[in-house]
């Protein structure tokens, strides 16, 4: 059972445009979520996180949005760049703290 | 600050072998965590170290084992290796405390064919 979901595989944006990418969750016990960027031959680089007491986390070109009711998080990067297309992998977490992942969207932002 | 090292980068094997990967941590981080990735199951948690004990467990059979040494360096068994074992293996890292155990700092990964 994937308690953790990424339904798009793929997404293609414009240079400059919004970069939107979602996951779903079955599990409410997750309290803590967050999102991780990798590259081809690097391992997964924690980008933004977001704890279920809030609806809005912002980081520069990132910010992550939650939307418990609907058990869903978004990821939107503005302006996208083409140094940031890789995969996006949306994980969370419990009171266990362990990391469930998505199976990840690949991004590409074209020139 | 080193960063995550994950020896070796490229491992093969054959069925029924077993196999041994090692990872040292960022300095300073007490815990690490193992993931397992393959194209059709994403990124997959095997476990979780903290002070040379285990703290956590995915849902990967015995086969599956690892330990942690005094120093924080961790190292992954796959006994009685299996053609479905060929995926790449990622270690990670992080501070003990609070939710920040969770924004990990991921290795580059061992990527293991059995063959």
């Known amino acids: 059972d994937q308690q953790v979901k990424q339904n798009s595989p793929s997404l293609s944006v414009q240079e400059g445009r919004i970069s939107i990418l979602n996951c779903d969750y079955t599990?409410?016990?997750?309290?803590?979520f967050l999102w991780y960027k990798k590259y081809p031959a690097e391992g997964p680089t924690f980008l933004i996180s977001?704890?279920?007491?809030?609806d809005k986390n912002e980081d520069g070109r990132f910010t992550v949005f939650l939307n418990k009711s609907a058990k869903h998080l978004s990821l939107h990067i503005v302006p996208s760049q083409p140094g940031d297309s890789a995969v996006y992998f949306c994980?969370?977490?419990?009171?266990?703290?362990?990391?469930?992942f998505g199976k990840g969207t690949l991004l590409t932002v074209n020139p | 600050k080193a960063g995550v090292t994950q020896t070796p980068r490229y491992l093969i094997k054959t069925r029924g072998q077993q196999v041994t990967l090692s990872c040292s941590p960022i300095s300073g981080h007490r815990s690490v965590s193992w993931y397992q990735q393959t194209p059709g199951q994403g990124l997959q948690f095997l476990f979780e170290y903290f002070s040379e004990t285990q703290r956590n467990k995915g849902n990967f059979p015995g086969r599956f084992s690892g330990r942690q040494f005094s120093n924080s360096r961790s190292e992954m068994n796959v006994s009685t290796l299996e053609l479905g074992d060929s995926a790449l293996y990622l270690c990670?890292?992080?501070?003990?405390?609070?939710?920040?155990?969770?924004?990990?700092?991921f290795g580059p990964g061992t990527r293991l064919t059995v063959l």
């Open positions: 599990n409410s016990m997750f309290d803590y």
């Open positions: 977001i704890s279920s007491i809030k």
């Open positions: 990670a890292s992080s501070l003990a405390g609070g939710r920040t155990y969770n924004e990990q700092f």
């Open positions: 994980a969370a977490s419990g009171s266990n703290y362990k990391l469930t």
